[in-house]
């Protein structure tokens, strides 16, 4: 309540019942509500029921009402690779829901540095950047050097053998030569995102 | 030079000749220059050579020169035992320099809440937080807690037998039930520092 | 037997036939018996075979018979967030079928500090204090900064990344700047209990 | 406060002068004061200034002043091998600055089991112990079963190679066979003394 | 075949058919053949097609034919908890299968000293010790602070959370306490096995 | 020999006395010698008794003795940050000292990209690359991605914190996304160049 | 495409359908294509529509077109145990469909080291060799000390407890004694075969 | 005493006073005494009370004293390289001290295994082989091949970076793919002496 959001409900280990009755009661209260990391069950269970939410299958989102204000300015989130689209979208729905314009570049990993460039200047307009990539973890480092705006970089846990389920990524980024950069936790899309839109509010508060 | 700001010296592993002839370049091209984890010597040869430059042992910061601009807002510093204050204050140091007002708390452990609760209003009325701590690195959460703005974690190496030389304080605070945290390297009170300015040359910025 | 209490059965990769027959001995000798993370097979076997037996399916424990003697005194079992819920009630069953008498205050995680500081005088009254907490494990930290008794800190593996399945947790309540907190291995809140029951015991016995 | 007894001073990476700040308000406020982990230089400094303080080379306190109350009942050092002992008398030293009567029972390392088991009756007797060890960490699980009382343990940095510091006898102990041990930690013998004299304030108290 | 032994099969991570093509080809050319962790489909493959080869499920081990010789001497087996005794029996089936003769001691966890002691002079007389254990992983300091016999440890990944899946009951067994231990990998019982036996067969040719 | 080079010397951990053993006899036997990681002061002994032997501070390299043969093509060494330059120096050297023609690109790290790309055609032309970083470690995924080449990533332990002394950037290499690449260990400049000379090598003698 | 291949596809993680879609195009694109760790389900799917497709069940390859070029000179595929045949495949079947004339010889462990001299011939004549091994690693060291050739070491995850899943591997290989070993990841016999590939593409081209 | 030999003093982390008091104490109750990794200092105080005392520098023992009898059959000591020399003969010392006769072949790295296949006959001949490497840590396995007898590797903290100061060479010797080696602990010479020599008591006293 403190940010002027309600509560998000992580939905990872909470049974289908479990996470009705947080929903129920957000909705009522607040009249909206976001749930991360829904399995299809949960989402089934509450999409009968609430009619109006709306599931995302990718990002594993369920969303509820709309956001109090709209900020101003862009979110944008810049993806390495297709695996790592799921958080790369947990990212960009949160930010959504809680009243962010966002806009999205996937697929733009450093090894085919050409492609990242090509989006340079659309790059360098937002307001916030949130960085997602997976293995090496790369991206952030580039896209950091790029920007005179906050980066905020997510690891993933795409990768086999020496990634270390991303621990490696979540090292990597943290040791980045970029200044600035800071970093959440892996696959957290979700706390990347919410650092951004308390930014946006920010600017939108600071700016009244 | 992307963000408005030149390059900043990590002295940590430079001799007093290397950082000396980067500092030198970087007064001539830009009129200003910070350097981190300089050592006593260095700074002796700096400020002998050039006698605006000021050194802050604790911080280790060599200073020269007044940012371009002085951004609208405050960046509270707080942190949560004396060990924690070099890094507290290469966080505020850098942050001063780089043209932000900046709000000092420190020595509120969460293990006596209520010293940290009697300045819950001052944090509060801060644009942006940076909470640095050591050992289980809790006080960012509680922070985390308390705004509706956005909070850089900056975990401290000061622990020892299972803090595992800050590595533990890190991982606690990427694991923080705070939404919205980011955390930035240990020790590293100069990229959380950073990444303020950054969101306070975006408050100046899409204000303007 | 030392302790006055008969071994306990630990549930975990032991057959329904395996722990049937322990179960059956330790009924027969002590007339008591406690089986903790028992499976829902092994509850039923079990409770049909002993329907005096009682299963308690979110801490997965099975307890027959009543403690030789209640101690005077409270533990008191705090918790962070509703996931610790099975391993808070691993640790309050326990303590209860020990002999002693429990007091729950769940949910007081401290990202949301006032919901804590509402029981503060609440903890402070109890003779022992239990506290249950994953992810970065600051619950321990601020409930020891407010009781003049020993606490027991639990951590457990809630929690993902950075969390490596609850090591963070533990090691950073191993670090905590709190004077005096002890530990036990994650999720062991049989263990906290037994030594929280061992307290009472101990004051119990040095009482008579 | 809280618990009755003055913050204790760590001494570690505090100069000599810091220490003695804290150490002459501590000694004003509350006509008491204990430092941990005291260099020689420090301790010089503080005996000079007040030459009722007593420094303990070998475990590295420097007491002053006397508990407010002694506790009744004793706390049990015991200590595996010669190189744990300013662990174990940094256990001992606090337990009695802060008024327990302590008994010591060194060099009774596991591989060696009938040097421990010449002691047990007096082992016994004591209302908390504090087993001190470092290597494998052994010493803990062999006790917790011969007792019916709280039992602690403090793992050390004694030991190379797969010992990794003390990090695999601190998880050594977290994972004991005997139930109820609780651990601090590595080196922490002032944390495991703190833990036990809780215990005795609260026979003390609830006794009275 | 340099050992006087036919190598043994791994059966982790093979088909059935990939075990029993292998199998057949050891008969053939030796007359005998080992598996160890071999599957209950696979053991079911071998024994329909060899009726003289046994499989045991306890310890997984599928056997066949008898050794050229027996040894002098005895391998005594000793295990901690009866979750140890899958590892414990592929110890003493291999040593067995190898030609020697095996002496089984289990249950006999350190936390429950007594029962280790009563067979203290029965362990003594045995040749060579195996000690298997999971959790802090104590038993073979005990016993190897008992005998005048090369003792070898086990390790088992009996345990959770800070156990590390048996890594930390790997890493104290090998910064035990007691002189002149060795160690194999986690579980490997047969390892221990092949040492054992080659020191018994060095036993009788040396004896020759 | 086998690659029809002498035995290279590693100096760290042997004295002056050593190192200057061997290398009177490789000058003896093959004319030449290498000595890797060698400290001023077996520098200083070697020069003064072969006055034909090379000492690099940088690179900490003794060269003595010419190439049998100069290969054709060339080695690049690429790096990120000044820091990573003994490193790289040693690469090179060593590349140098086995007949390779070496093009140094320094200082070119990721996040700022452009100073790389105003290289890539000069890097491209190269027969094989070596790509030196710390930190995150992402310039030889980025090189990786631009050329037809061999690549060959080195990490040095240039960073702190969780760079964990390279071992971040090691990993990070591993797992990059750029396909082909392989690596060495952590500062073993020495190794990368001598694949890269292997690999001119096989040029050379498939050529003739 | 820099390197005159099509991208590879990581089959892992990706469902039949997103495999198919990008192999497609491929195809469409270069008349060529390699999925890699394809499941039994995919490669049903993509031989079914592309019947010139041929999956390879124990590399897990599905290779589709032939290379532009043959490349002079052999890749030699050397490895451990049966259990690190798929990678090894793995390594073989993309060296194959990159235009390498692949050469292979398997099940020479390091424990019998008869096996893998009796190849010592054979091994010498290819111009750059593969080396897949799992448990210690030890292959690769043996191998790099017979040979004037590129060595790539494959780590694979076969192994068990102290083995990490392969970690240890993989650290051994890097730490190898022998001079210019270079190293992928766990498992990763792609990118050892697309490394071989580069350097046969460059002794193609230099010898042009 | 139970094995017949008097306690071995540690030297690392005692004073010579220390020291030498246990010593004394061990000459007058045993007339034999046994120092491993003793200081220089220590030395040079233990030998001028105690002339026939012997310190030898590079394993770093001091021994006083003969066997009470000397065992049939030899200890073999193998190792890769000359860094490895000073464990090697802190296991040789230690045998010869306890009564073995023993054989030294060292610098027969895995690397060039012509080397180590030349002393094939004279490693076979020994009745227990102690195998000691750094780095990769193979030639435990290569040389367990070789024998049919017991074989302890000891690996080396000789390495850098991905070595982990031999943690990586101890994990990579417990995976190895020998049959029956068991390791002990990183630069533990000491104790694969004392396992050595507990096999040739054995085979002395059942051959009596
Ligand atoms: N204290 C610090 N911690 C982390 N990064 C820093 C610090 N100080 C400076 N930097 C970064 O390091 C870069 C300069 O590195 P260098 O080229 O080694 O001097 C700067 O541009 C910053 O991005
Ligand atoms: N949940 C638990 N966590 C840790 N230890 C337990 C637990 N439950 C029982 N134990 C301990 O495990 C012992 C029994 O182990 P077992 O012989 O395997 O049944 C008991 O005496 C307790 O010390
Ligand atoms: N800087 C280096 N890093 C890694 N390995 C090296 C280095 N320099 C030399 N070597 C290797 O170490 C071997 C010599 O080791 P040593 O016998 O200890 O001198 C050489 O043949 C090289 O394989
Ligand atoms: N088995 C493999 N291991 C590692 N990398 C691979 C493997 N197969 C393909 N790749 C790489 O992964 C890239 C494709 O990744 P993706 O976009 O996820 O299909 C390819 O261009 C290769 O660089
Ligand atoms: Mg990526
Ligand atoms: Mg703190
Ligand atoms: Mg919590
Ligand atoms: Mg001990
Ligand atoms: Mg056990
Ligand atoms: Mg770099
Ligand atoms: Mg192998
Ligand atoms: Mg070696």
């Excluded at 990391?37 to 269970?45: G, N, V, Y």
């Excluded at 509450?46 to 300015?73: C, H, M, N, Q």
């Excluded at 450093?110 to 360098?124: F, K, P, S, T, Y």
């Excluded at 952030?140 to 970089?153: L, T």
């Amino acid at each position: 309540e403190r940010t002027g959001h309600p509560e998000v409900i992580f939905g990872l280990g909470k049974t289908a019942d479990q996470t009705e009755a947080i929903f129920a009661r957000l909705v009522e209260v607040h009249g909206r509500a976001l749930v991360t990391r829904a399995s299809p069950e949960t989402a089934e269970r509450i999409t009968a029921r609430f009619p109006e939410a709306v599931y995302d299958a990718p990002s594993r989102l369920i969303r509820y009402g709309s956001p109090r204000r709209s900020f101003k300015g862009t979110v944008m989130v810049v993806s390495g690779g297709t695996s790592d689209l799921p958080v790369a979208e947990e990212a960009a729905g949160t930010a959504e829901w809680m009243g962010c314009r966002v806009d999205r570049i996937y697929d733009v990993g450093v090894a085919g540095i050409d492609r990242l460039l090509a989006h340079r200047e659309r790059i360098r307009e937002a307001h916030v950047v949130i960085a997602v990539a997976g293995m090496e973890g790369a991206l952030p480092s580039v896209v950091g050097g790029m920007v005179r705006r906050p980066v905020i970089a997510v690891p993933t846990s795409v990768g086999y053998g020496a990634n270390l389920q991303g621990v490696t990524t979540l090292l990597a980024m943290l040791t980045s030569c970029a200044s600035g950069l800071t970093v959440v936790n892996i696959d957290n899309g979700f706390g990347a995102a919410y650092h951004a839109a308390m930014i946006l509010q920010l600017v939108a508060e600071a700016d009244a």
